[in-house]
C-alpha cells in the first residue's frame, strides 16, 4: 500500500509491543500524523498493515481493547482534532487490521498536546514554520468564506439568473435525476447557494446582481494582457463591473482572448499539421483552475498575460497547504470544495484532481513543455509555453494513439520519453512528480508489455526508450541522433576522439559527440577509467582524459589491420 496526501499506513508494532502495551513514542508520532492531516484536509490512519506492504501480517489479531485504548490516549495527544475509530477489518489472509478517520478543522488550528503544529505535504508530516502558520490561519478563513450568509433574501436575486443556474444543472448529465427533479429554489439550496432564505457569499457569487457582487469583500475579478515582443502592453481586457456569474465570465474570456487561439503549421507529408499555440481544453482547464482555486479572502486579481512565447496565469494568494509545485499532479486539496462541485457538475472543469493530468496530457501529444507553476505567499503563477520541441514526436504519437488503446497517464510517459529520447528511471519518475518506484511501473509495464517501449540496464540504471522497430513501422522520417546510442558504440566513439585529441576534458569530449548529454558522456568515461582504459589527470575541476598506453596501442594496431 502506498501512502499519499490523505492516508498513512503504520504497523502493529509501531504503537504497540508484543504484549499488546501501547508504545508512548509510536502514539506520539501518530498524533503528530493526525494533527498533520486535521490541518490540512483530514484523512485516515490504516493501523497494522506496513507502508509498502500489501496485506496485513498473516494471522495478526487486534484486541478491541487495543483499539479503543489507542482512540483514547491519541485524543489525549492531539487538540482541535476529530478522531472516529472504524470497526476491526479481516484481510483474506487472516490478518487483522482498523483504522481511524481525521475529520479536517474548518475553524481552528490543530495542535500536539505540547502545543506542535503539523501539516501534511504528499506523503510526509512536517513541523509548520512560522509562515506556514499564517498561510494555515488564512487557508481556515478561505475555507469558510463560501458559506458565510450575506444579508440579502431570495427574493432580491433576479428570477432570470435562478432559472439559468437551475437549467444548467439539469442539463448536465453529470448531475443524478433525483437533483434534476428538484424545484429550482431546493437546487440552489442544493449547492449551498441559499441558506434559510439568505445568500450566502457563494450564491452571490453565482446569482447576484453586479451590486451585490460588487460588496464581497474581494469579489472575482480578472484582467487580460497582451505583450509584444518586447514585452509592453499592446492590448488590454478587464472584467472588473461584476456582471458576470463565473460561467458567463470564463465563456467570455475564451471569446475576447484571440491571441491565444493562434497555430503553428508544420509539413507532415502532402500536408501541413496545425497546433495550437495553447490547446483550447488547455486554456479552459487552466482558467478554471484559477478561478476555482481563488483565494477569495485576499485582494487581488487574476492576471492572463500572454507573451510572444508563453501565456502566464497569475492568482492571488499561494498554493494551497500541503500542495507544492513538486507534486501538484498528483495532490488534490479543495480550498473552495463548493464552487468547485459546481463548476465539476455544470461541466465546467473534469473531475477533482484530474485537471493538470490533462494538460500534461494535452502538452505530451502537442511536444510542449509541461506548465510551470510558481508560488508563494502572496500568489501563485502557472507559465506555458507555446514552441513544440520536436515536431517528429508529434507525428510519432499521433501514429500511436491511431495504432492502440492507451491511457492517460501512458500517453503522458511517451510525451516525455520522445521529446527527450530516452529517459532514465530515476528522471523519468521526477518528471512525473513520482516518489516511489512501484508507481512508475503502472506508467510504463503495458508500454513495454506493447512493445511501444524497450529498456536498457538494469534497476536505478534502467533508461527507456521508444522501440526502434515501431519508428520504423510508423514510416515517418524521423532523423537519426546519438542521444539513443547504446554504451559500447559510445565508449568506443570516447576512444576514438581520445585517440586523435588527446588530453581534453568530459565537457570537450561531450562538445564533440553533439547532442549526448554531458551524463552519459561522464557515465561512459568512468566505466573507461574503471576498467584502465583512460588515464587522467589529477585535476578534480577541469579534469583531462586520454588513452591509457595499452589501450592506445591496441586501438592503432586494431587500425592498421583494417
Not at 518586447?230 to 463591473?241: G, I, L, P, S, T
Not at 527527450?420 to 528522471?427: E, I, L
Not at 522497430?469 to 568506443?492: M, V
Request: glycine share 6%; with cysteine; hydrophobic share 35%.
Amino acid at each position: 500500500m502506498i501512502e499519499d496526501n490523505s492516508i498513512e499506513y503504520k504497523g502493529l508494532k509501531k504503537i504497540a509491543d508484543s504484549g499488546g502495551k501501547l508504545k508512548t513514542d509510536g502514539l506520539r508520532d501518530l498524533a503528530q500524523t493526525c494533527v498533520a492531516f486535521a490541518n490540512v484536509q483530514g484523512g485516515k490512519i490504516i493501523i497494522g498493515i506496513e507502508d509498502g506492504a500489501e496485506q496485513p501480517p498473516p494471522g495478526q489479531v487486534i484486541d478491541n481493547n487495543l483499539t479503543s485504548e489507542t482512540i483514547t490516549r491519541l485524543r489525549s495527544l492531539c487538540f482541535n482534532v476529530g478522531l472516529v475509530l472504524n470497526s476491526i477489518e479481516t484481510h483474506v489472509n487472516k490478518g487483522q487490521y482498523f483504522s481511524i478517520t481525521v475529520h479536517p478543522t474548518l475553524k481552528s488550528i490543530a495542535t500536539t498536546a505540547d502545543g506542535k503544529i503539523y501539516i501534511r505535504v504528499g506523503d510526509q508530516c512536517q513541523a509548520a514554520r512560522s509562515e506556514d502558520i499564517v498561510r494555515l490561519a488564512n487557508e481556515k478563513d478561505a475555507f469558510q468564506w463560501e458559506l458565510q450568509i450575506r444579508n440579502i433574501s431570495i427574493d432580491q436575486i433576479p428570477e432570470n439568473n435562478i432559472l439559468n443556474f437551475a437549467g444548467g444543472i439539469r442539463a448536465s448529465d453529470r448531475v443524478k435525476q433525483a437533483i434534476k427533479d428538484l424545484t429550482d429554489i431546493e437546487i440552489i439550496e442544493h449547492y449551498n447557494l441559499l441558506e434559510g432564505g439568505k445568500l450566502t457569499n457563494l450564491g452571490i457569487l453565482w446569482l447576484g446582481t453586479s451590486s451585490q457582487r460588487s460588496r464581497l469583500v474581494y469579489p472575482l475579478t480578472v484582467q487580460y494582457i497582451v505583450y509584444d515582443e518586447q514585452e509592453k502592453k499592446v492590448r488590454k481586457e478587464v472584467w472588473q463591473d461584476y456582471s458576470k456569474d463565473p460561467k458567463e465570465l470564463l465563456v467570455d474570456i475564451e471569446k475576447q482572448a484571440i491571441e491565444l487561439t493562434y497555430y503553428d503549421e508544420f509539413p507532415h507529408g502532402l500536408f501541413r499539421n496545425k497546433i495550437r499555440h495553447y490547446d483550447e481544453r488547455l486554456i479552459r482547464e487552466l482558467l478554471i483552475n484559477a478561478i476555482a482555486h481563488k483565494s477569495y479572502t485576499i485582494s487581488g486579481d487574476i492576471f492572463i498575460k500572454v507573451f510572444v512565447d508563453r501565456m502566464e496565469i497569475v492568482n492571488p494568494g499561494g498554493l494551497p497547504l500541503g500542495i507544492t509545485v513538486n507534486n501538484i499532479l498528483h495532490t488534490t486539496h479543495r480550498r473552495n470544495p463548493h464552487l468547485i462541485r459546481i463548476l465539476h457538475d455544470l461541466k465546467l472543469m473534469e473531475g477533482e484532481g484530474t485537471g493538470y493530468n490533462l494538460i500534461y496530457e494535452i502538452t505530451s501529444r502537442d511536444s510542449k513543455r509541461f506548465p510551470v507553476p510558481v508560488s508563494d505567499y502572496n500568489s501563485t503563477s502557472v507559465t506555458q509555453y507555446s514552441k513544440i520541441l520536436d515536431e517528429e514526436a508529434i507525428l510519432l504519437l499521433d501514429f500511436i494513439a491511431r495504432n492502440y488503446q492507451l491511457s492517460q497517464k501512458e500517453f503522458i510517459v511517451l510525451g516525455i520519453i520522445t521529446r527527450n529520447k530516452k529517459m532514465p528511471t530515476t528522471q523519468l519518475s521526477k518528471e512525473l512528480q513520482l516518489t516511489d518506484e512501484g508507481r512508475l511501473r503502472s506508467y510504463v509495464n503495458r508500454l513495454l508489455d506493447q512493445s511501444i517501449l524497450i529498456t536498457r540496464g538494469i534497476k536505478k540504471g534502467t533508461e527507456y526508450l521508444i522501440n526502434p522497430k515501431l519508428i520504423a513501422n510508423s514510416k515517418i522520417n524521423i532523423k537519426p541522433t546519438l542521444k539513443t546510442i547504446e554504451q559500447p558504440r559510445l565508449k568506443a566513439l570516447i576512444e576514438e576522439i581520445l585517440r586523435i585529441t588527446p588530453n581534453i576534458t568530459a565537457n570537450e569530449i561531450q562538445s564533440k559527440l553533439g547532442d549526448i548529454s554531458i551524463d552519459d558522456v561522464r557515465r561512459s568515461i568512468y566505466k573507461l577509467v574503471k576498467s584502465g582504459s583512460l588515464d587522467h589527470s589529477p585535476d578534480k575541476t577541469y579534469r583531462k582524459y586520454w588513452l591509457a598506453k595499452k589501450n592506445r596501442n591496441e586501438i592503432e594496431n586494431s587500425n592498421r589491420k583494417h
